[in-house]
T-cell receptor
């Protein structure tokens, strides 16, 4: 069974440019998460989807970040415009339903460098 | 955002030694999880704990859910080179059981 797929794996952009990350969760997983992982720290949740609905986006900086999961499968996270402080790894994870006891499976992440 | 406190921050040990690390919080947690992250990869779940006092093993790994529900411990016995990586604790706080909060990580280096 394929795991969570993310692309691109690496992205280097100049500040003020837009950037988008794509995630394909494990087949059949209803819940999808986007996490931000700064260097030397643990992942921090940006947004959680139950099917198409964003059920927790309280930590998403909405002035520049947006996300969508139009058909309840793939998801895209966008930053516009990017700032130097956005340099980090962006992880996508999925779980079967989103209950606390459901295992979250993580993708390899997209490493973003903003110059 | 909130992060759990993990210690030690890093460990350098020799192959065959046992390892202990812990994770603490100022809040009560309902679940405790331990993940391992290899370079360039996402975290992978090692052990999940759901009850205060629970002790669970996965091969050479053993984790415990602290009695106070504010801490958890992970032990690795007879370490081997492939144990190298960053170990993260994570948990769901009692005040928001929909949220998974991660620790700051313990970096483990094993020398042959």
């Amino acid at each position: 069974e394929a795991g969570v797929v993310q692309s691109p794996r690496y992205k280097i952009i100049e500040k003020k440019q837009p950037v988008a990350f794509w995630c394909n969760p494990i087949s059949g997983h209803n819940t999808l998460y986007w996490y931000l992982q700064n260097l030397g720290q643990g992942p921090e949740l940006l947004i959680r989807y139950e099917n198409e609905e964003a059920v927790d986006d309280s930590q998403l900086p909405k002035d520049r970040f947006s996300a969508e999961r139009l058909k309840g499968v793939d998801s895209t996270l966008k930053i516009q415009p990017a700032e130097l402080g956005d340099s980090a790894v962006y992880l996508c994870a999925s779980s079967l339903r989103g209950a606390p006891t459901d295992t979250q499976y993580f993708g390899p992440g997209t490493r973003l460098t903003v110059l | 955002g909130q992060q759990l406190n993990q210690s030690p921050q890093s460990m350098f040990i020799q192959e065959g030694e046992d390892v202990s690390m812990n994770c603490t919080s100022s809040s009560i947690f309902n679940t405790w999880l331990w993940y391992k992250q290899d370079p360039g990869e996402g975290p992978v779940l090692l052990i999940a704990l759901y009850k205060a006092g629970e002790l669970t093993s996965n091969g050479r790994l053993t984790a415990q859910f602290g009695i106070t529900r504010k801490d958890s411990f992970l032990n690795i016995s007879a370490s081997i080179p492939s144990d190298v990586g960053i170990y993260f604790c994570a948990g769901t706080p009692s005040y928001n059981t929909d949220k998974l909060i991660f620790g700051t990580g313990t970096r483990l280096q094993v020398f042959p």
